[in-house]
């Protein structure tokens, strides 16, 4: 299971990010298809790095071999978290355990808040290089408006010559994109794999057809978009014959923002007193 991050965020597992930010509205109405993506991509781009609010929230995760819910507290030194549901049941002592040292990692390793930093930023920058790709990766088209939003669709452009593993997939994808009209935000975002997509003629790896991802975003703060829901399913195989895949769906919610001022060790200390959950509504199992 993944450390959980949240500075970016336009897509997730192999795509990864989502935004948050809050800028002037850009009407949509006389913009073409093109126009309308670019205009979303530069939004969420912006967005991305102006806005630094934290927050609190409820993150629920599952996998083939995961299915936990936790707290997570967001600080501008980093995030913790507390599992406070493991595969439908309260945590054991030795979750609850674990949860304790890597609050207190956090708090007295400097090395490891580094690394988890450099990590942070290595998906940062591969979300926004994807991100920027939208507009000249694929043909669109406007299917629909309505309630505020304009919906899109996209098949992959046949001029477009991606580099790397990530706009190889993502340029293999068709997809509908649905847009806030108003204030000109992703709302959501959803693809299918149409075709395998082999690394080195099928040397290195091989993504199946039919892998599908969607991605929906809600408005939890004026002006402040957060992710709070991500479904990835693909799979295929690496050199060796190794499986590989994403299959995770993940949703989060109740989000309040986190005050300010708040630090890692106020932020931890949150989290022991069960401020957080307080705060969020959510029942947790361990006291003080």
Same mark, same amino acid.
């Given at each position: 299971?993944?450390?959980?991050?949240?500075?970016?965020?336009? #897509?997730?597992?192999?795509?990864?990010?989502?935004?948050? @930010? =809050?800028?002037?509205?850009?009407?949509?109405?006389?913009?073409?298809?093109?126009?309308?993506?670019?205009?979303?991509?530069?939004?969420?781009?912006?967005?991305?790095?102006?806005?630094?609010?934290?927050?609190?929230?409820?993150?629920?995760?599952?996998?083939?071999?995961? +299915?936990?819910?936790?707290?997570?507290?967001?600080?501008?030194?980093? +995030?913790?978290?507390?599992?406070?549901?493991?595969? @439908?049941?309260?945590?054991?002592?030795?979750?609850?355990?674990?949860?304790?040292?890597?609050?207190?990692?956090?708090?007295?390793?400097? =090395?490891?808040?580094?690394?988890?930093?450099?990590?942070?930023?290595?998906?940062?920058? !591969?979300?926004?290089?994807?991100?920027?790709?939208?507009?000249?990766? #694929?043909?669109?088209?406007?299917?629909?408006?309505?309630?505020?939003?304009?919906?899109?669709?996209?098949?992959?452009?046949?001029?477009?010559?991606?580099?790397?593993?990530?706009?190889?997939?993502?340029?293999?994808?068709? $997809?509908?994109?649905?847009?806030?009209?108003?204030?000109?935000?992703?709302?959501?975002?959803? &693809?299918?794999?149409?075709?395998?997509?082999?690394?080195?003629?099928?040397?290195?790896?091989?993504?199946?057809? &039919? @892998?599908? #991802?969607?991605?929906?975003?809600?408005?939890? $703060?004026?002006?402040?978009?957060?992710?709070?829901?991500? %479904?990835?399913?693909?799979?295929?195989?690496?050199?060796?014959?190794?499986?590989?895949?994403? !299959?995770?769906?993940?949703?989060?919610?109740?989000?309040?923002?986190?005050?300010?001022?708040?630090?890692?060790?106020?932020? =931890?200390?949150?989290?022991?007193? $069960?401020?957080?959950?307080?705060?969020? %509504?959510?029942?947790? %199992?361990? $006291?003080?």
């Amino acid at each position: 299971m993944r450390e959980i991050v949240r500075p970016s965020r336009f #897509f997730p597992g192999f795509l990864l990010l989502v935004l948050s @930010g =809050a800028l002037a509205p850009r009407i949509a109405q006389a913009q073409s298809p093109e126009e309308i993506v670019r205009t979303v991509v530069r939004n969420e781009l912006d967005a991305d790095t102006n806005d630094r609010t934290a927050w609190m929230y409820r993150d629920a995760y599952k996998s083939p071999d995961k +299915n936990i819910v936790k707290l997570i507290i967001e600080t501008q030194q980093g +995030n913790l978290s507390e599992v406070v549901e493991d595969n @439908g049941h309260p945590p054991s002592a030795e979750q609850h355990q674990a949860d304790l040292d890597r609050i207190r990692q956090m708090l007295t390793d400097p =090395a490891f808040r580094q690394r988890l930093k450099r990590n942070e930023q290595q998906d940062s920058k !591969q979300a926004r290089d994807m991100m920027n790709m939208l507009p000249n990766a #694929f043909i669109w088209n406007i299917v629909d408006r309505g309630n505020g939003d304009v919906k899109l669709t996209f098949r992959p452009n046949p001029s477009f010559s991606p580099d790397g593993m990530n706009g190889k997939v993502l340029a293999a994808m068709s $997809g509908t994109l649905v847009v806030s009209e108003h204030e000109m935000r992703l709302r959501s975002l959803s &693809g299918h794999l149409d075709k395998d997509v082999v690394f080195a003629w099928g040397l290195l790896g091989r993504i199946n057809a &039919g @892998g599908t #991802f969607q991605i929906i975003r809600e408005e939890v $703060g004026t002006g402040n978009w957060q992710i709070t829901q991500t %479904h990835v399913h693909i799979s295929g195989h690496a050199l060796f014959f190794k499986n590989i895949g994403d !299959q995770e769906d993940e949703v989060t919610s109740d989000y309040r923002r986190t005050p300010e001022g708040v630090d890692l060790n106020k932020a =931890a200390q949150m989290l022991r007193d $069960g401020e957080v959950a307080r705060e969020l %509504h959510i029942e947790t %199992h361990f $006291g003080a």
